[in-house]
């Protein structure tokens, strides 16, 4: 029930979007270098990040199984909009830029991690072992 209402969200804000767009496209006395286009990437990345969140409930539901690395992109998308987006009265407060900068470098950090982990694991064996020919012999 939760993905169907999450996707008919993003439904729903897909079309507004596009709306939104194609209304702009048409009058020419917007400003796409300016606030017109933050708020387009905005409302752009805000619905790239329902979907991630889509994208997790989906492989949960499928394998009962949270991948970290799904929650992890999710929440670097989240926190780079927030930079990418930011009003510009932001940038005079370092606290909050500070915060920020810690927590992309943590995220990122942690994403390696789970990547590193991910990439070293041995394979796991599908296929049952086979007995050698001379069970005397050791390896």
Do not use: C
């Amino acid at each position: 029930m939760l993905s169907v209402t999450l996707t008919v969200v993003l439904v729903v804000a897909t079309l507004q979007l596009l709306l939104f767009l194609g209304s702009d496209l048409l009058d020419l006395q917007v400003n796409w270098t300016g606030e017109g286009l933050v708020g387009l990437l905005d409302q752009i990345l805000v619905i790239l990040i329902a979907v991630e969140v889509l994208q997790n409930l989906t492989a949960y539901l499928r394998e009962h199984v949270v991948q970290i690395e799904l929650v992890l992109v999710t929440a670097l998308t989240a926190v780079a909009r927030k930079v990418i987006v930011s009003p510009p009265g932001m940038q005079k407060d370092p606290a909050v830029l500070i915060g920020l900068g810690v927590a992309i470098v943590s995220l990122a950090a942690a994403y390696w991690l789970v990547r590193q982990s991910h990439l070293k694991r041995p394979p796991t064996r599908t296929e049952p072992a086979t007995p050698s020919p001379d069970p005397d012999r050791l390896p």
